[in-house]
């Protein structure tokens, strides 16, 4: 038999900050619940938000270069909330910004955390539809492509390997789970 814990909390004793940018690195020292200390190494993370746009059984992605994977990635788009940002009005600058299409229904479809052993980032996915074409406003340090995929090519992709962002994932997923039709 598993013993069970009633009360799982760890007390934060103290805290260092090791790293302050766009995200920061923290270690802290906290007390466990057997009374012993322990280190806590993790990412703050403003949070984000991504947006999953299905348009006639299309899907809009944007595929970029990610440097810590080394790799392309296809992914929907997302970005970082900026400061006192909403995650609405994030996931809508994020559309115009990488895609230049902007949305006549947006709605918020799930947040989840997206690395929880590391990282206190929250990410909130967002569904659009009713899409409408426009001008793009990539960041400088942004080179971004956009595509539309059917349905069913996404889900033969995420089949064989070929999507592997987590976003997107837990995206498509939930909406073939919840959504579709």
């Known amino acids: ?7 799982l909390l760890e007390k ?10 766009i995200v920061n690195f923290k270690v802290d020292t906290v007390r466990l619940i057997n009374g012993t200390v322990s280190k806590r190494e993790y990412m703050q993370h403003p949070g984000a938000s991504a947006v999953l746009a299905v348009e006639k059984d299309k899907v809009l992605f944007v595929e970029q270069y990610r440097y810590p994977v080394k790799k ?3 992914e929907i788009p997302a970005g970082k909330l900026k400061p006192r940002q909403t995650p609405l009005s994030c996931a809508k600058a994020e559309l115009k910004e990488e895609t230049g299409y902007t949305a006549k ?50 889900f033969k992709m995420i089949k064989k390997g070929e999507i592997t962002d987590s976003k997107t994932l837990i995206a498509l997923l939930f909406y073939k789970a919840f959504l579709s039709k």
């Open 1 to 7: 038999m598993f013993k069970h814990y009633s009360k």
């Open 12 to 21: 934060k004793v103290n805290s260092k900050t090791i790293y302050e940018g």
């Open 72 to 74: 392309v990635m296809l």
């Open 105 to 154: 229904n947006i709605k918020k479809i799930l947040t989840f955390n997206t690395s929880a052993a590391f990282a206190d980032e929250n990410l909130h996915i967002f569904y659009a539809s009713g899409l409408k074409a426009g001008k793009r406003c990539l960041d400088a340090d942004e080179f971004v492509n956009v595509k539309w995929l059917s349905l069913p090519r996404v």
